[in-house]
């Protein structure tokens, strides 16, 4: 049986694996910047934090099945290469809603058989996948 995720098997175990959030760091006052877009722009919405947790800084959004967490970290340096893999329903319509809002995405043609992806960068710099199966199960 091929998983979810578009290749492979699935695997239970005995612990009920799931996942709750991703934290994506943000240098210090970033939040406004870091709000327009994910919740302006990617159509999230602003969870209100915990309040031990707010007076941290930073920034909780949720869309779909999809939670983020944008903390502050004090020597923050943008992830270029570790980044969340975010599955979207529509790859072409959120490609051209950050082209026309002026952010950069870059078309990973084949480099993941069964797939098609692009790269963004959220305000910061961090590494954002957008990726959406696309028709056959791939083997390799």
């Known amino acids: 049986m091929t998983s979810e995720q578009g290749y492979g098997p699935d695997h239970t175990s005995p612990y009920g694996y799931g996942l709750h959030h991703v ?15 994910y919740v302006g722009l990617l159509g999230m919405l602003e969870l209100t934090k915990p309040p031990a947790l707010a007076a941290r800084g930073g920034l909780w959004v949720r869309a779909d099945t999809l939670e983020l967490h944008l903390g502050v970290e004090q020597d923050f340096r943008p992830a270029r290469k570790a980044h969340p893999g975010i599955r979207v329903q529509d790859l072409d319509g959120l490609a051209a809603a950050l082209t026309g809002a002026g952010v950069e995405v870059s078309w990973d043609e ?27 199960v791939p083997t390799w």
């Open 23 to 37: 934290m994506v760091a943000i240098p210090p006052g970033a939040e406004d910047r870091c709000r327009e877009f």
């Open 110 to 136: 084949d480099g993941f058989p069964g797939h098609r992806r692009f790269y963004a960068a959220d305000p910061v710099g961090n590494r954002l996948e957008f990726i959406q199966r696309d028709g056959a």
